[in-house]
């Protein structure tokens, strides 16, 4: 093994160096999300919680319903991977996942407004047929 040149122990040094202060700014980053509410915020900044918490995780997951948007991603992903799978290309993978995918939770507000609908009248039909519609009460016009 060759023994390392002055010139190269001081580009190593001034590399990891570097490296370092790249990496502060995550470092930092991932240390605050462990502190108490306005610690983070505190002069001068700190690099390490005093009293570490996971109540910024909790927050996260119970207010911005991250368990939710995970699995919409979850979804989007092995749906598109199972379309590429079996033979659909990317545009079609594109144009079902982007376009009728969206319309969905419209078309079902139309299809439960069709069942619904139908129940009702058919519900109406039998019971006019067997003689157990109460015409009057069905005439009234309701007051809420």
Known sequence: MKKPTPGTILLHAVLIAGAAITMMPLV????????????????????????PTLENYTALVTRLDMVRNF?????????????????????????????????????????????????????????KWEGELDETVFRATATV
């Open 28 to 51: 930092w980053m991932v240390a605050a999300s462990f502190m108490s509410a306005g610690e983070a915020n505190s002069l001068p900044p700190r690099l390490l919680p005093r009293d």
């Open 71 to 127: 699995a919409n991603s979850a979804i989007v992903t092995v749906l598109a991977t199972v379309l590429s799978v079996i033979g659909i290309s990317d545009a079609q993978t594109a144009l079902i996942i982007g376009f009728i995918l969206p319309f969905d939770r419209i078309l079902d507000m139309m299809r439960t407004v069709v069942n619904v609908s139908g129940d009702a009248a058919v519900a109406v039909a039998v019971a």
